[in-house]
């Protein structure tokens, strides 16, 4: 919609006003002609290719408005007056910053406008935000939030490259988000509101004094932004309005920068936009004059509408003295900041330490794979962990049987102490080293939970319990396991088989280091599966363990365990070696005897028997029926792989061959040579203090006897 140009309207050189032609006196066929042209004709006047327009006043002709904008009494308001508000005001058509000369240039143009503006706040030395000329890509700036955003940006967009946006922003107040050097200035913004350069307002005079200006004075002021592509050189100056107004000769603000890389050259929309923010205030722009490759044209000043912005900044009411506002504002403000600070530092508090919480689990997660289970699906699956639930305790938590809500499946879930540090490494090792092993005799860790201080595991459930309890327990009625169960549980499908997975067959090497009855658990078939690796400590193949302190149970703990305390795969087998025994005879590894008292190693009452002339004198007496050359096998198997040189004892993968009779037992393993490796006794000294008896029991518990001792010194 073009119309002539008013005193109210703009000029636009070389544009033809297509109504005018219409209304000539021209044959009938010209104008079917000319309606066939018309839509031609708009389209070809979609983009401004003469570059150039003025506008002294604003009657709303060629003219976009968004918002809070609007045109009344020749002035262009870009805000209401109401808070938290933003106003867009563009040129009707984007311009063509494409060089004539060179067509296929990205090199923007030179471009020359000036405008004239004025800001009217509720008072003087205070104001809402201010506004600004822009240059951008588009002119839907709909995203685009209020108060310190100036209706150009927001939060998550302010930066990026993508804007293809210049600003010269008009600001009125200071915002340390964006690092405004004050409450009173001009800043150049490139896709950021961070601006590049930037000054207090004001402008120079021809000696080089600087003037000073107040934006929110409620006085007109003129603004005049040049850029120059040869140079890339971009200018921005301000003075005050008079009927006779001069451009000052040295610029507010000069930066060099290529404006190429930021506006795209085919596209550019021209324009302004401002924004309220707690206070209400009013932004005019009063004329606006633009030109591609050019000087801008002077404003017909007789034209602007100075006499109407006059009369509306007399009409706000000013305040009783200069400083009465800003006391009232202190008493109220005042109060309110304290509290705010007060508020603001416990909820800083309370967030860094939930942020705290949620990195901690964060890095937990990122290392140890997402939690399984929410605390509240175990806690209802356990119902609150209630003692009729509990499956027994343990030296770093509880076990208890839960009920999944969900899918109904039954599970062990193990509540690790929250207070006990080994506890919690006991947590870790059973995610980081079981939660990867799949083996049909290791017990199978579903998954974990970490809330806060809780600490909980979820494995497959064993109804028939740990085999501890079917060779130990007072009540022999149905709970002894017959000879074939045993073997089972020992053999090639039972645990011999889980630890050579772990020993030989998985990608690392994994010491189990707490081998025992207690930690054998079956399934509802009788199937014996290894559990509890809390202690266990994995390493690549080829490499030594790094283990340095004695873990385990006294009974399975090798010599070597005890006096060095590197645990390795020998010190495994030497624990199963006293486990297939122990198995075999239903006696625990140290037990006492009752006719005088003193306390036994099993491996001393195996070996016994095999001296006396039958091994299988050692057997459990409540078996009634068994095949002598498998009791045979295992016992002397047990004391081979518990023999006190770990050099002596096989490899996992021997055992198994041994358990399954690929392989006979060496033959000249016989006792003597059990009892020449036993029987030297290496006393430096006597036994004078706390530790040293501590390694002789600890010897004692492992069963060699007479123990090979290391004093150490007070």
């Not at 503006?117 to 995203?143: E, K, Q």
Request: net charge negative.
């Amino acid at each position: 919609m073009v119309k002539e140009a008013s005193s109210m309207s703009v000029r636009r050189p070389g544009l033809v006003c297509l109504a005018d032609v219409m209304n000539m006196h021209q044959p009938c066929f010209l104008q079917y002609l000319l309606l066939i042209l018309v839509p031609l004709l708009l389209s070809a006047s979609a983009y401004d290719r003469s570059g150039e327009f003025i506008f002294d006043g604003f009657s709303g002709n060629d003219l976009i408005t968004m918002d809070a904008a609007s045109v009344t009494n020749g002035l262009l308001s870009l805000t209401s007056g109401q808070k938290e508000l933003r106003g867009h005001a563009f040129y009707a058509f984007p311009l063509d910053f494409t060089s004539a000369a060179v067509p296929n240039s990205s090199a923007v143009l030179s471009f020359s406008t000036t405008f004239v503006f004025a800001i009217i706040g509720p008072y003087d030395d205070l104001s809402g935000h201010g506004l600004a000329f822009v240059l951008s890509s588009t002119n839907d700036l709909f995203t685009a939030l209020p108060s310190q955003y100036l209706g150009l940006l927001n939060s998550w967009n302010d930066g990026n490259s993508s804007n293809h946006l210049l600003a010269i922003e008009l600001d009125t107040i200071q915002s340390t988000q964006f690092n405004d050097i004050n409450d009173n200035h001009i800043g150049i913004d490139i896709n950021s509101l961070s601006s590049v350069a930037s000054h207090t307002a004001g402008y120079y005079t021809s000696n080089g004094e600087f003037h000073p200006l107040k934006l929110i004075s409620r006085k007109p002021m003129q603004v005049w932004v040049d850029y120059d592509s040869n140079h890339i050189m971009l200018n921005v100056t301000i003075a005050p309005y008079f009927m006779s107004s001069t451009k000052p000769s040295r610029p507010l603000l000069s930066t060099i920068f290529n404006l190429s890389s930021i506006l795209p050259t085919a596209t550019v929309y021209a324009g302004f936009s401002s924004a309220t923010g707690t206070l209400n205030c009013k932004h005019y722009v009063l004329g606006w004059s633009f030109k591609l490759n050019g000087e801008a044209a002077s404003l017909n000043y007789s034209a602007l509408s100075v006499k109407t912005i006059q009369e509306l900044a007399q009409q706000v009411p000013t305040s009783d003295h200069p400083g009465s506002y800003k006391v009232l504002i202190c008493k109220i403000l005042l109060p309110i900041v304290a509290i705010f600070v007060l508020v603001s530092a416990v909820l800083v508090k309370v967030h860094m330490k939930r942020r705290s919480q949620e990195r901690a689990e964060l890095d937990w997660q990122r290392e140890y794979g997402p939690p399984s289970f929410t605390y509240k699906e175990l806690l209802a699956a356990t119902h609150g962990f209630k003692d009729k639930m509990l499956l027994g305790r343990g030296g770093f938590g509880s076990v208890y049987k839960g009920v999944m809500p969900i899918s109904k499946q039954i599970a062990a879930i193990k509540r690790v102490s929250p207070e006990s540090r080994q506890g919690m490494r006991e947590f870790m090792a059973e995610i980081t080293i079981l939660g990867h092993l799949r083996h049909r005799n290791l017990v199978q860790l579903i998954g974990y939970c970490s809330h806060k201080q809780h600490l909980l595991l979820v494995y497959d459930y064993m109804p028939n319990g740990s085999l501890d309890c079917y060779l130990h327990t007072q009540d022999h009625g149905n709970t002894n396991l017959c000879w074939a169960q045993r073997f089972h549980i020992i053999k090639g499908i039972g645990i011999a088989s889980g630890l050579f997975y772990l020993h030989e067959d998985w990608e690392q090497v994994v010491i189990h280091r707490d081998i025992k009855t207690s930690n054998v658990l079956l399934d509802s078939e009788m199937n014996a599966r290894l559990g509890d690796f809390g202690l266990a400590r994995s390493h690549d193949h080829g490499a030594d363990a790094h283990t340095t302190h004695v873990a385990g149970t006294y009974g399975y703990i090798a010599p070597e365990l005890a006096r060095l305390g590197k645990a390795t795969k020998a010190t495994d087998i030497f624990a199963f070696g006293v486990l297939m025994m122990e198995v075999t005879c239903a006696i625990r590894p140290i037990w006492v005897n009752t006719t005088d008292g003193e306390p036994l190693a099993l491996a001393d009452w195996v070996l016994a028997a095999w001296q006396g002339g039958s091994i299988t004198d050692a057997v459990d007496p409540r078996l009634d029926s068994y095949v002598d050359e498998e009791i045979e096998l295992v016992l002397k198997l047990g004391l081979l792989c518990s023999h006190p040189s770990p050099n002596a004892r096989p490899c996992m993968r021997l055992v198994m061959q041994y358990l399954q009779s690929d392989t006979p037992l060496p033959s000249d393993f016989q006792p003597n040579s059990l009892l020449s490796i036993g029987t030297t006794v290496f006393l430096a000294q006597p036994l004078k203090n706390c530790l040293s008896l501590l390694i002789f029991a600890c010897h004692l518990s492992i069963g060699v006897w007479p123990p090979t001792l290391v004093i150490i010194h007070s």
